[in-house]
């Protein structure tokens, strides 16, 4: 017999819920030096979303964590918890024009950039028309961190009831299933050129550290680093052969 989620793992699934923790962490401040203190924010939150404040401990655990666990395994200095206000941008929007865009292309891309195969192979079976126009979408955060810019989603999504269902062999399955692989590939391709614009001398490889998909349920630095927290960063030959052959720029 299965057994009941506990903790966060029993916190409403969902649209909205996605939606409160995207709220509270957009609104939150990281060192906890200005605004609202957390246990203040997470009241707030709590009540404006019709959640019953016997979640706020939950909640308020949960959050401590996120801060808390190592973005990089080899520095334990490297999380959150450092992030100063001023070095976040949230819900960065980005509008650039597309060329054209169809599964073929995109998957014969994405095969030569490096990605495993089934991802290509995924993206190819899609069925739908070839796109032209723009691409617009926003970017949960973009931060700075010892002079390198990284892009972060808040992922709410239930995978299972304990931390070890969140680990990196089951978080990149679910990055596969839901195309988010795909999806941050065009955020990385979207911050590039935002950066190109705005910090002198950009060089990709210098300047972009990489994405973070941050599985809330599942982060616990007590586990270890890599459960709830997806890294990768794409091959700067990738990036560079999406400008040229989907928007035509070098």
């Not at 890599?226 to 999406?242: C, M, N, S, T, W």
């Amino acid at each position: 017999m299965l057994e009941e989620p506990t903790g966060i793992f029993a916190f409403p699934k969902g649209a909205k819920a996605g939606t409160f923790f995207h709220d509270v962490l957009e609104h939150l401040d990281f060192r906890n030096v200005t605004g609202p203190s957390r246990q203040d924010l997470l009241r707030e939150k709590l009540v404006q979303y019709g959640y019953d404040l016997s979640w706020l401990e939950i909640v308020s655990d949960m959050v401590d964590k996120v801060l808390r666990v190592p973005l990089d395994p080899e520095r334990q200095d490297f999380c959150f918890s450092r992030v100063r206000m001023e070095d976040r941008l949230n819900e960065l929007e980005f509008y650039f024009p597309l060329k054209s865009l169809d599964p073929e292309t995109v998957g014969r891309i994405l095969a030569k950039g490096g990605l495993r195969q089934e991802v290509p192979a995924k993206i190819e079976g899609l069925n739908f028309s070839p796109l032209h126009g723009f691409m617009k979408g926003f970017m949960d955060m973009v931060f700075r961190f010892d002079e390198r810019y990284y892009l972060v989603d808040w992922k709410s999504n239930f995978l299972g009831g304990s931390v070890e269902d969140y680990s990196s062999e089951n978080l990149t399955k679910a990055m596969e299933e839901n195309f988010y692989t795909l999806q941050y590939t065009f955020y990385t391709l979207a911050l590039d050129r935002y950066l190109k614009l705005r910090v002198h001398g950009y060089d990709y490889d210098r300047h972009l550290g990489g994405i973070f998909y941050v599985f809330l349920r599942g982060v616990d630095p007590g586990k270890g680093p890599e459960f709830g927290v997806y890294r990768d960063k794409p091959r700067r030959d990738l990036i560079e052969a999406l400008n040229e052959e989907l928007i035509g720029a070098r």
